[in-house]
Structures are given as C-alpha cells and as structure tokens.
C-alpha cells in the first residue's frame, strides 16, 4: 500500500471509529421538506435559453451565509434552473432557497451521528418541482451505519420537463467501490423510467465510480472539469479530489468556452468548490454512453 493511501486510510478510518451509530429514515416517503418561492417563475419561453446546473456540497449545512454569498456573487453560479445541494438539513436548505428566490424539495437520508442533525441531498429551483422522490440507496456506511438516498424531482420550465437528482455516495472507506457501484447502478434504473431529459448532479465520492452512469449512457459533462476537495490528514492538504460532477441524458454541454467549471473561491462554506454545467438539448443523445464518442467537454 502506497504512503498516500495508507494515510488516507488511516484518516477516514480514525474519523469513522469516532462516530456513534446513525438513525436512518428508511421510508421512501419522508421525512420530506417542501418550500414554495414567491412571485413569478420567469419568462414565459424559458426553454429558448440553456440550461444551467449548479451542485455544492456545503459540508453539513453549517456555513449556510457563506454558501448564500457565494452562490449569490459568483457570476457562474448566478441564476441556476437547477441547484443540487448535498449535506444538507431542512432549515439550511430553507434559508437558501428564500435568499435565491428558489422552490426546494430535501429529504434527509438520516440523522448523521457527528452533529446529530439530519443529513442529505435537496434539489432547488426557480421553477415549479413536480413529483418529489426520496431514491433509497443500498448498503449502509461501515461504523455507522449511515444509509443514503438521493433526492429526485421534476423541474417544469416552461414547456420542459426534465428530471433532476441530487446525489452524495459515502466515503470510499465507508463502503466498497463495488457498493457504490452499485448504488449507482440503482440510480441508473430508477432515472430509466423518466420520460425526457434527466440531469444527475452531486458529490460522488469519487470520480472513476462516476464511469458507471456513463455506462448507463449519460453524458459525463464534467469530466475533466478538476479538484473540487482535497485530501487532509491533521489539517495537512494531501492532495485534489474530483469527486463533484454533473451528468445529462438527453442535454449536452453547450459547445464554446466558459459553459462548465469550479468556482474556487468558496468563501470558506465547505470543503468542497461548487461546480457548474451549462446544458442544452441533444439531438444524438445515444452517442453519450459510448466509449469512441469525443468528450463533451471543451
């Protein structure tokens, strides 16, 4: 075993072993958190501009002012018709979705045993959220216990309907690669159902695990995108992490610079940079799962 993932280990494994069991909420149905926005959605043919999709894991749902400024000042992020957040509990998910104007669905996966506060994904967004789902995610976390679950609505712009998730898999210490495979591969079935375009957006824990979805024949759009977390053992960075993406079926990237990417600058809201995608319809959306088609991404 290589130094870097000895200390690896050695840092989730310490973490894990300090952790109490958690309490999962295993019905598919609930605990669910629904807040409306005021005032109008936006224009009325929303579907002749693109799609734009923000995720961020704003670690625990602590930093919440921070995560408002950044989400609200950085020119990328600025905006979003879909914002998956991960991390989160229903008063954080609450508070950002009054400062950004935005409609929200959360559904917490469980009550996480190192703050003792539910824990888990929310989809947000200035148009209406339409059918609300909690996805249960099998295998539960090593030590604790601790059960994920994606969250999964559908957004109504205008005349399109496109179905969003917001996604966070466990540490790869927590579960195998093989399990979060798998998980993925759950997510995959139920996203097979949606009729139209569908975006997968979040915290994967990993980036070679993601190839699983493109399998499934989403196109990958962040892919080469970079180092949203860093590695830290004793307060020591160890190395960058690409473990945050967004992947369509049915959209591509926007051709042309500038339309994904990290915000680096998260104001100190997380330990993990937002990400950001740009998207539009696709017209071959077959070809984003095979191996030889070139990489959306410019």
Known sequence: MSLRRWTATLA????????????????????RYLHSREGPAGPADPAA???????FNIAYAIEIDQAIEVLRTSEPLRGPDILALQEMDAPGTERIARALGMNAVYFPSGVHPKHERDFGCAVLSPWPLEEPRKIL????ARVSGLRRSAVSAV?????????????HLPSPLAISGGSRRHQLRVLAEDAASAEGPVVIAGDFNSHG???????????????DAGDTARLRLLGVGLGGLSYD?????????????????????????SDHKPIWAVLEPDDQPERAGRSDAPSPVP
């Open 12 to 31: 989730v494994a310490a973490s894990g072993f300090a952790c109490a069991a958690a309490v999962n909420y295993l019905d598919p149905s609930g605990p």
């Open 137 to 140: 995610l099998p295998h539960g």
């Open 155 to 167: 957004v109504v712009r205008g005349g399109q309907r496109i179905r969003a998730y917001s996604l």
């Open 209 to 223: 695990k993601v190839g699983e979805l493109a399998k499934a024949g989403f196109a990958w759009v962040t892919r």
């Open 49 to 55: 501009s693109p799609l734009r999709v923000v995720s």
């Open 245 to 269: 993406h967004v992947l369509a079926r049915g959209l591509r990237l926007v051709s042309g610079p500038g339309t994904m990417g990290i915000v680096q600058d998260n104001r100190g809201a």
